[in-house]
């Protein structure tokens, strides 16, 4: 199993990123990442002269299709509780 990825050094966050800084990004292993990105359910990078990059943007997008699916999940201790999803989270 991969361990995370150390910050990046510099300033801010390029657009493009490689696999280990695109799986840091997310806060995931490489190993974690890469399986979500053959399970489809990351984007797919895009290949620069040998290299595969990521781009932040995509991520982002992909990023905030997980938050969606997460709220219109079922949650078993939820309904053992008797809360819906959105008292759950604080959705009031």
Do not use: H
Request: with cysteine.
């Amino acid at each position: 199993m991969g361990r995370p990825v150390k910050a990046p050094r510099g300033e801010g966050l390029p657009r493009g990123m490689r696999c280990d800084t695109a799986a840091w990004y997310l806060g995931m292993s490489e190993t974690t990442f890469l399986r979500l990105v053959t399970d489809k359910e990351m984007p797919p990078g895009v290949p620069i002269k040998g290299m595969i990059i990521w781009d932040r943007f995509d991520l982002d997008v992909a990023f905030e299709n997980w938050k969606s699916k997460r709220k219109t999940k079922r949650n078993s201790i939820n309904e053992i509780l008797g809360l819906t999803n959105d008292e759950a989270q604080g959705d009031d």
